[in-house]
């Protein structure tokens, strides 16, 4: 809910149908994927044969505490929220953030999601969107 009451948008929601879940759904997208690197994330691609992309989050515990894990966890989740539409239909994306996401502020992180964002674009051009539900 939002400070006035009302439901989120529709299309700012992270439903599972958007999540990578499973290990081996993980295991396929780093096993296949193509690397897109952007300072303290490292984004790894591969094509979903869906109508939208999902994303699945790894942090490492070499990257902090379960509490700065988390943190970084939450930022990227909600950065892609808000960004989902910006992303290419039929992607599978695993983000492995980099021990360097530490000590980032929100505008670093931004810019890094941005960078993965514009390669995805490059590297998958696509025709018009479908959402997932």
Do not use: H
Not at 31 to 48: F, V
Not at 62 to 73: D, E, F, Q, S, T
Not at 99 to 104: I, L, P
Request: hydrophobic share 35%; proline share 8%; charged share 30%.
């Amino acid at each position: 809910m939002t400070a006035e009451g009302q439901a989120p948008a529709r299309d700012e929601r992270f439903p599972k149908a958007v999540r990578l879940l499973r290990r081996r759904e993980f295991l396929e997208v780093q096993e296949g994927g193509q690397k897109i690197p952007s300072d303290c994330l490292l984004g790894l691609a591969r094509p979903n044969g869906k109508p939208y992309s999902r994303v699945g989050l790894t942090v490492s515990s070499k990257v902090g505490n379960a509490v700065v894990r988390a943190r970084l966890r939450r930022l990227l989740r909600e950065l892609f929220r808000k960004r989902r539409a910006q992303w290419p239909p039929g992607v599978d994306v695993v983000l492995v953030v980099r021990q360097s996401a530490k000590d980032a502020s929100f505008p670093e992180m931004s810019r890094a999601f941005d960078g993965v964002t514009r390669k995805l674009q490059r590297l998958f051009p696509s025709g018009p969107r479908e959402s997932a539900r």
